[in-house]
């Protein structure tokens, strides 16, 4: 089981980024993909999900409207493309994998974790 999360970094404020997550195809193709984050001192939290299909997208209230989540099934990868980003962003960023083919916003849900990519928006 391998999930590697890239694309983080230093941006600012009202900035993009756009966050990948390769997944082993045995664990991943016919489960729902998640984003979440953890910001110092602060329980994680979740972002967006995507179910197998990518036909159901879920996002949390905090990002709707600037963040998308894809995936592209014949590379095994998630995507989460941030724009307007805020520093409040400022996070962690971890992708995982739903024990369901359909993916919720409890961390609880997801089996498989990766192990996380900075991002970091300055004001």
């Known amino acids: 089981v391998q999930l590697q999360a890239y694309g983080g970094g230093f941006v600012q404020a009202g900035g993009s980024l756009r966050l990948s997550c390769a997944a082993s195809k045995r664990t991943s193709s016919n489960n729902g993909m998640g984003w979440f984050r953890q910001a110092p001192g602060k329980e994680r939290e979740f972002v967006a999900a995507i179910s197998w299909n990518g036909r159901n997208t879920y996002y949390a209230d905090s990002v709707k409207g600037r963040f998308t989540i894809s995936r592209d099934a014949a590379k095994s990868t998630m995507y989460l493309q941030m724009g307007g980003l805020k520093p409040e962003d400022t996070a962690v960023y971890y992708c995982?994998?739903?024990?369901?083919?359909?993916?919720?916003?409890?961390?609880?849900?997801?089996?498989?974790w990766g192990q996380g990519t900075q991002v970091t928006v300055s004001s």
């Open positions: 995982a994998v739903s024990r369901r083919s359909v993916a919720g916003t409890g961390a609880d849900e997801y089996q498989y």
